[in-house]
C-alpha cells in the first residue's frame, strides 16, 4: 500500500540553525501539507502546498518557514533560524485530487532544538 | 483558538462493548469532518468521515454520527477491540479542500 515517507526520524539541532524535514507524498498525489504537534498539544496546520504554490498557511507559519518541491517527489520543510518553541513533531500528508478529503499522513519527523 | 474540541482527554472501556468519543465544533463553516487514529510514533490514520448533508456514516465497527444544530459529532466503535487502543482525534474543515482542524484527541484505552 502506498505511503508518504518522512526522513529524518528524528533531528536534534542547535538553536539558531537551519533544518530541513523531508517527505515523499503518495505519488499520484496533487495536494500536500505540513503539521506540527508539540508534546502534549493537539496536531495544528502549518501549510497547504498545491500546483507549486503555497494555498494555505497558518499563522504559526511565519517567515522562517518554507516549503519546496525541488522535484517530482520530494516535498521540504524548512525552518531556517530554529527556536526552542519548534520542537515538536512534524508531519507531512497528501491527498490525491477528487478524493473525498481525508489526508494520508507520515510517520513524523521529531524535532528537537536545544 | 480552539475551533474543534474534544473535552475528554481519556477513556476506557472494555473489549467488546461500546466506545463513544465525542468532538464538538464553533466554526459553523465546517461541513466536512474526519476521525483518525493514531498511534505512538506513527502518523494519524484516516478512519472515517462524514459531510454536513449526511447525519450517519458507518464503516464496519465504526459509526460517525453528526448533529449539525449542536455541532457536536460522535464516533461509535462496536465492538471495541483491544488493538482499537489508541489516541482519536477529531478534525474538521470548510469543505474537502481546505487545511484540516484538528481536536486535542481522545485517548481510548480498550482492556480485556
Known amino acids: 500500500e502506498p505511503e508518504v515517507t518522512q526522513t529524518p526520524s528524528h533531528q536534534v539541532t542547535q538553536m539558531g540553525q537551519e533544518v530541513i524535514l523531508r517527505c515523499v507524498p503518495i505519488?499520484?498525489?496533487?495536494?500536500f501539507y505540513w503539521y506540527r504537534q508539540i508534546l502534549g498539544q493537539k496536531v495544528e496546520f502549518l501549510v497547504s502546498f498545491y500546483n507549486n504554490e503555497i494555498s494555505e498557511k497558518s499563522e504559526i507559519f511565519d517567515d522562517q518557514f518554507s516549503v519546496e518541491r525541488p522535484d517530482g517527489s520530494n516535498f521540504t520543510l524548512k525552518i531556517r533560524s530554529t527556536k526552542l518553541e519548534d520542537s515538536a513533531m512534524y508531519f507531512c500528508?497528501?491527498?490525491?485530487?477528487?478524493?473525498?478529503?481525508?489526508?494520508?499522513f507520515g510517520e513524523g519527523s521529531r524535532l528537537t532544538v536545544l | 483558538d480552539q475551533q474543534v474540541k474534544q473535552n475528554s482527554p481519556s477513556l476506557s472501556v472494555q473489549e467488546g462493548r461500546i466506545s463513544i468519543l465525542n468532538c464538538d465544533y464553533t466554526?459553523?463553516?465546517?461541513?466536512?469532518f474526519l476521525w483518525y487514529k493514531k498511534y505512538p510514533a506513527e502518523g494519524p490514520t484516516f478512519l472515517i468521515s462524514i459531510s454536513s448533508i449526511k447525519d450517519k456514516n458507518e464503516d464496519g465497527r465504526f459509526t460517525v454520527f453528526l448533529n449539525k444544530s449542536a455541532k457536536h459529532l460522535s464516533l461509535h466503535i462496536v465492538p471495541s477491540q483491544p488493538g482499537d487502543s489508541a489516541v482519536y482525534f477529531c478534525?474538521?474543515?470548510?469543505?474537502?479542500?481546505?487545511?484540516?482542524?484538528f481536536g486535542k484527541g481522545t485517548s481510548l484505552l480498550v482492556t480485556p
Open positions: 466554526n459553523s463553516m465546517f461541513d466536512y
Open positions: 500528508a497528501s491527498r490525491r485530487s477528487g478524493g473525498t478529503g481525508e489526508l494520508f
Open positions: 505519488s499520484n498525489h496533487l495536494y
Open positions: 478534525a474538521a474543515s470548510p469543505n474537502s479542500g481546505y487545511a484540516l482542524n
